[in-house]
């Protein structure tokens, strides 16, 4: 270095530097294993994608079956909170009948209405209950075959069996989930793909 500078005490100046780099050992993991590497791994990425679409399916199928079975759950309590807005307001009726003749004090009759008020806030809650449960499962769905700008409405035509008993078999039952689920082969399949050669850290 150079320089005029009159605080520099040394005029020229020298700063020296030794690098030294050593890659051992020599054509590491060379041969047909190093050179189908980038195959391996595109076939285990691959594999993954499989196992990952077969569980997105899965967890679709789920997901429109609960929508299917809430949009009959939401009809069915509809069903029994007109049901109870219909007795009340029959209860109402009566009493209002008997508080005429003088056999019913007013206060069973203010009780009744109560009641009645109170079944059809129910009713109004079950109706706005039943139009969300359509419009999730028409839009998780999209049956559209018209090609309209909303997809069609979808009217559940099962209706739930309760007098069929359910048989379970609840120690077999995890076995085959872990068995049939795509998850856990997907899982191995990512933990057998990071081990390859080409993506060790």
């Known amino acids: 270095l150079y320089t005029n500078s009159f605080f520099q005490a040394m005029d020229p100046a020298y700063t020296p ?46 997901r429109v079956g609960g929508d299917y079975w809430n949009v009959v ?19 109402v009726r009566q009493n209002a009948i008997s508080v005429k003749v003088g056999t019913l004090a007013p206060l069973d009759l203010q009780e009744a209405q109560s009641a009645e008020a109170t079944a059809s806030a129910n009713v109004y809650t079950a109706e706005a209950n039943l139009r969300t ?23 559940p035509a099962d209706k739930p069996k309760s007098h069929e008993p359910v048989v379970v078999n609840e120690t077999g039952a995890p076995e085959t989930a872990v068995m049939y689920r795509p998850s856990p082969p997907a899982m191995r399949e990512a933990s057998r793909g990071a081990l390859l050669p080409g993506r060790e850290p």
Request: cysteine-free; hydrophobic content about 45%.
């Open 133 to 155: 449960a359509r419009a999730q499962l028409r839009q998780d769905v999209m049956y559209n075959p018209q090609a309209t700008f909303l997809p069609a409405e979808i009217e």
């Open 17 to 62: 530097s030794l690098a030294i780099s050593l890659s051992q050992p020599l054509l590491q993991n060379f041969g047909w294993q190093f050179a189908t590497i980038s195959v391996r791994i595109a076939e285990s990425g691959q594999k993954q994608a499989q196992w990952n679409y077969a569980q997105s399916l899965m967890d679709f199928v789920q």
């Open 73 to 91: 759950l939401t009809e069915e309590n509809l069903e029994v909170a007109r049901a109870a807005l219909k007795f009340n307001q029959d209860l």
